[in-house]
């Protein structure tokens, strides 16, 4: 078979060309037998010059750990990075914006034109009027035969109970407490409530709002007095507010029932109420009961701190109503001291003229209507724990009863 004579004259070429290139042996057999022509040398890559960068004239100073500074390290002269350069220009923050923030408002502390007038008005009012908070109220509620610690300690459970709940329901429960089977024969003390299941205190209170969480405070709140203060309540606001399920309202309004001191008003929701309608809080109002208190406590004098809670609750529940305002039979809307009242005729009677006495006599039969279902509350036996069986098999015979219908339809 005849060859061309570059096919002989290959493997010469290859093994001339193996001193002067970088393949490997193996890379030379493949050549010899396949006839390839060798690879090409690598040449090595070529050295890249840098242009030299002019030193920084302001030296790096480095801190060190007494503090001083150094400029004499071979750092000082080692220019900065450009990376480094790069990461430390951060975007500026634009400036704060001058506007006026509502919170930043200090409160008044000048009193609002004829606020005394409007506050003997409002006493006037009470004294014709009689609400539930005369006779319902926490610091009516203790059982005035016991001890003054006792008392004491009862104050702070109506207290406790009372948040969210009318008076009503509340001293409908502080009665079933006092009275319960389950705490004689020593009744609503520290000790009996410290040996009672929390399961029977949330079933003895359940009429109260959020009573599972009011439950387990009370229990809370023994444990710590029992620990702490030596059975007794505590003394100061600062220690008072330490304890679970007690805010700055039921704080002072303790304070003042049990301790006979008043260091703050107790702001519920009726005073942050009206005290907003009145104009009491500035021309922007609060937003709740504690920045009410604080501005109130800015310029009212301190002898009115005691009465101003009975005051106004006492006006929300009969007069300033959350919902409906009877501004027609308040005398403060009549002189003209009330900036909120509503524009209106009074209560009308069946000829269509404004009737007053008609007025009176709603208020009397509404303050009627909540004694007698408070006595109704008290009249009533205390229900079982235990659910009635056909209470449980009432749902299990409704479901039942639709599978049936629906097994008889085609």
Partial sequence: MKTSRISRDTPKYARALSSTTATTPAATRNNERGGRKPAKAVSPPMPVKLKPQPPDPSPIKRESNSGDTDTDSPLSSVPPSPKLTILSKKRKRAAPTTAVNAAAIPPPTEPPPQWRELYDCAKEIRAETEAPVDTMGCNRLAERWRSPKDQRFQTLIALMLSPQTRDTATAAVMHTLQTTPLLQP????????????????????????????????????????????????????????????????????????????????????????????????????????????????????????????????????????????????????????????????????????????????????TIKDEKTKFEKDLSEDEKPAVPDIEDLLRPVKMVKAARKLRSRVP
Wanted: aromatic share 4%.
């Fill in 186 to 365: 020593a009744g609503l003390t520290l000790s009996s409530l410290l040996t009672l299941a929390p399961e029977n205190l949330i079933s003895l209170i359940r009429p109260v709002g959020f009573h599972t969480t009011k439950a387990h405070n009370i229990l809370a709140v023994c444990q710590i007095l029992t620990t702490q203060y030596d059975s007794d309540i505590p003394s100061t606001i600062s220690d008072l507010m330490s304890l679970p399920g007690v805010g700055p309202k039921i704080a002072h309004l303790c304070l003042t029932a049990a301790w006979g001191r008043t260091e703050g008003i107790g702001v519920d929701v009726h005073v942050h109420r009206i005290s907003n309608l009145w104009g009491w809080t500035g021309k922007r109002g609060t937003k709740g009961p504690e920045d009410t208190r604080k501005v109130l406590q800015g310029w009212l004098p301190k002898e009115l701190w005691a009465e101003i809670n009975g005051v106004l609750v006492g006006l929300g529940q009969t007069i300033c109503l959350p919902r409906g305002r009877r501004c027609g039979v308040c005398k403060a809307a009549e002189r003209g001291l009330c900036p909120s009242a509503l524009a209106g005729p009074r209560t009308k009677s069946k000829a269509g003229k404004s009737d007053p006495d008609q007025a009176d006599e709603e208020l009397t039969a």
